[in-house]
């Protein structure tokens, strides 16, 4: 069973950072897909990053059309843990946040899908006020 804790949310002005965390951890774990997703109030969960490889160290990137340029996923193998910085952000990206861990390589067709994330984290709130 794969655990996935998220870390880093909070409140923040519009314009502010905020990087969040994703640690993984138990059996079956694989670095090889991992994304972030968030859900407003009201809203169906949306895909907002994701990143595909063999390793951490090198790989593709999918985003959002919503927070490309602003947000950058990225992953330390040492600590199987992947992050999300998150920067000019929006009263619009107030949302709780999401990392998932997919079990196949990630294509930009696929990367959004939910359906192809096995393992969710229990999500982090990040509240943008304006």
């Known amino acids: 069973q794969v655990q996935l804790v998220e870390s880093g949310g909070g409140l923040v002005q519009a314009g502010g950072s905020l990087r969040l965390s994703c640690a993984a951890s138990?059996?079956?774990?694989?670095?090889?897909?991992m994304g972030w997703f968030r859900q407003a109030p009201g809203k169906e969960r949306e895909f907002v990053a994701a990143?595909?490889?063999?390793?951490?160290?090198?790989?593709?990137?999918y985003y959002a059309d919503s927070v490309k340029g602003r947000f950058t996923i990225s992953g330390d193998t040492a600590k199987n843990t992947v992050y999300l910085q998150m920067h000019s952000l929006k009263s619009e990206d107030t949302a709780v946040y999401y990392c998932?861990?997919?079990?196949?390589?990630?294509?930009?067709?696929?990367?959004?899908?939910?359906?192809?994330?096995?393992?969710w984290g229990q999500g982090t709130q990040v509240t943008v006020s304006s």
């Open positions: 990143w595909s490889s063999s390793s951490w160290n090198s790989g593709d990137t």
């Open positions: 138990g059996r079956g774990f694989s670095t090889r897909a």
């Open positions: 998932a861990s997919a079990a196949a390589w990630l294509t930009s067709n696929t990367a959004p899908l939910r359906s192809v994330y096995a393992y």
